[in-house]
Nanobody, 121 residues
């Protein structure tokens, strides 16, 4: 059973920084794309940033130049460094990873349990 475990959320003042870390545990075969999503109350879940196994990155427009996504392929972790945080960044942040299920010959999209980020004004 492959699972994603997030850490690093919390309360921070506007302009501050937080780092989220997600680790993939279990019987890992191969991980492809990894990403961070977020969902604010009353809003749909949205992509914040993603990173391929070749470390190409993509960012949602409002976080570009403030957030940095990175990954350690050997340790199976993905990190989101968030700087210059704004109140509108407040949300539950979810880690996401594509893992190959070799027993069923298909890619699965896995989700973490979410970690709450609150930015006070």
């Amino acid at each position: 059973q492959v699972q994603l475990v997030e850490s690093g959320g919390g309360l921070v003042q506007a302009g501050g920084s937080l780092t989220l870390v997600c680790g993939v545990t279990g019987n890992i075969f191969r991980i492809r794309d990894m990403a961070w999503y977020r969902q604010a109350p009353g809003k749909e879940r949205e992509l914040v940033a993603d990173i391929t196994d070749g470390k190409w990155t993509n960012y949602e427009a409002s976080v570009k130049d403030r957030f940095t996504i990175s990954r350690d392929n050997a340790k199976h972790t993905v990190t989101l460094q968030m700087t210059k945080l704004k109140p509108e960044d407040s949300a539950v942040y979810y880690c996401n990873a594509e893992h190959y299920d070799y027993r069923n010959y298909k890619w699965l999209r896995l989700w973490g349990q979410g970690t709450l980020v609150t930015v006070s004004s």
